[in-house]
């Protein structure tokens, strides 16, 4: 099946590690639509790639946050913030009696519009500062 959520040059930081990350992301978000095609078959699997996309999210953008807080980037609060958005968002999920495909559905929405929308934002804005300041820290 083709990719439903396309890595692009766009979203290049040139931080290896954050790169890296983000292809991860791409990655299990297309593994996931890929389940859908099959719900009944893939019911399990769905829960467990929801389980593990969330663990990968979340710990990304603590990673992030590490980042900023370390190499002290300008406006990092508002970056800070909206990765705490996103985080409770994701946490969120849990808290309504919902079924792992909707779960899945609504995480997959969540990670693509943070490529969209927080990523062309927050993340494009400051990471040529913090691959600066990390080249110079080396």
Same mark, same amino acid.
Do not use: C, G, R, T
């Given at each position: 099946m083709d990719d439903v959520f396309e890595w692009k040059d766009d979203f290049v930081t040139g931080n290896q590690q954050i790169d890296n990350e983000?292809?991860? @992301?791409?990655q299990q978000v297309n593994e996931l639509y890929d389940m859908f095609s099959d719900t009944k078959k893939y019911h399990k699997q769905i829960s467990e790639k929801v389980i593990n996309l969330k663990t990968v999210l979340i710990k990304h953008l603590y990673e992030e946050n590490e980042l900023f807080e370390k190499y002290n980037i300008s406006e990092k609060e508002a970056h800070l913030k909206a990765h705490d958005e996103i985080i409770k968002t994701i946490n969120? @999920?849990?808290?309504?009696?919902?079924?792992?495909?909707?779960?899945a559905l609504l995480l997959c929405d969540v990670i693509i519009n943070y490529f969209l929308e927080h990523f062309p934002k927050y993340d494009k804005?400051?990471?040529?500062?913090?691959?600066?300041k990390m080249s110079i820290k080396h």
């Open positions: 983000h292809k991860q @992301l791409f969120d @999920l849990e808290n309504y009696n919902l079924s792992s495909l909707i779960v804005k400051y990471i040529p500062e913090l691959n600066e």
